[in-house]
């Protein structure tokens, strides 16, 4: 007997397949985590790590210091500090609130958040041979991520690159 969703599958445009399959890929992830995080928390931790790289504070430093510090930037100030005390709380950062950090804040993983986002990477990496993605498949999407990437980076250019 054919798979009950088949059909509706069949049917989706490229958008609904790439979210069919991200959503899997994440629920594989968070029920066999060991620790319980939401998607967003996942999510932000994976940003920890990336804003972590000497580049990228640097660039966060210098668009933090040309931004309007108006009101809505205090609004997503407060709102991204209070996501990043909830994985702290986790023991997965440490928020670094020192003026000599160049910014408001800036957050560091923690040993145990490393370890996270290795058991992360490993249970991705599992989840791509449960769903059967082969070479082609991967050369396919790295073409795909490729065409992709302009788009997001030309929205966080935009927004400064400092969330």
Known sequence: ???????????????????????????????NLSVFLHESQIKLLKQVKKHE?????????KQ????????LFVLHLD?????????????LIEIDNSPENGLAYDCL??????????????LESEWEGV??????????????????FEISYRHKKKQGFIF
Do not use: W
């Open 64 to 71: 933090f210091e040309k931004a309007d510090k108006n009101d």
């Open 109 to 122: 993983l923690t040993d145990e958040g490393k370890a996270i986002l290795e058991e992360i990477a490993s």
């Open 53 to 61: 790289k000497p580049h990228h504070k640097r660039v966060r430093i």
């Open 1 to 31: 007997m054919a798979h009950p969703h088949k059909k509706a599958i069949e049917n989706m445009n490229a958008s609904s397949l790439i979210g069919v399959i991200e959503e899997s890929k994440m629920t594989y992830v968070r029920e």
């Open 131 to 148: 769903v059967g993605i082969g070479e082609d498949d991967l050369e396919t999407l790295q073409k795909l991520a490729l065409n992709s």
């Open 79 to 91: 709102l991204y500090l209070k996501k990043y005390e909830k994985l702290a709380k986790k023991g």
